[in-house]
């Protein structure tokens, strides 16, 4: 499955090309910043079972959203996003985000079974503490705020160094 460094680098490859391609917005790795403020950010989860199983957590500034989801679903400027389109955009493009990092970490012909995406409800913690702590974060800021993706893979054994 690769190193924590590599997995953490195909996270940022994978989160940068998807919101590009599928959003048409660009986005830069600041690992150096301090993780965002998830109160005030709406994330979406999706978990997932296979080789090896978890969960991909995405984070993204609440202000962000619109033109995220207006990109997603080519809505004109000037025209609002509902707030369920904008959560149905979030879920999507995290969809397209797992689908395409676990094969990345894992290898091409691992198989796994993704649940459907989530939108985790207001004032749930992001990092359960019954669960163990993100494998991989990465941090990036985006045109309207910042964006965090958390990697947690059920038990830390998964990892394994090259």
């Not at 790795?29 to 005030?40: A, G, I, N, S, V």
Request: with cysteine; charged share 25%; proline share 5%.
């Amino acid at each position: 499955m690769g190193t924590k460094e590599q997995i953490k680098e195909t996270l940022y490859n994978v989160a940068e090309d998807v919101l590009e391609k599928l959003a048409f917005i660009f986005s830069f790795p600041e690992d150096e910043r301090d993780q965002m403020d998830y109160t005030t950010a709406v994330a979406t989860r999706v978990s997932f079972a296979g080789p090896f199983s978890g969960a991909l957590v995405m984070a993204i500034a609440a202000e962000a959203l619109p033109e995220l989801a207006g990109n997603m679903l080519g809505i004109d400027e000037d025209e609002e996003t509902t707030t369920e389109q904008q959560h149905d955009a979030l879920k999507e493009l995290i969809n397209v985000v797992c689908g395409n990092l676990l094969p990345a970490i894992s290898g091409k012909q691992s198989v796994f079974n993704v649940n459907m995406p989530e939108i985790v409800p207001e004032g749930e913690s992001i990092i359960k503490d019954d669960r163990p702590q993100p494998v991989s974060v990465a941090k990036m800021d985006i045109d309207e705020g910042q964006c965090d993706l958390l990697l947690f893979i059920d038990g830390e054994t998964a990892i394994q160094a090259d």
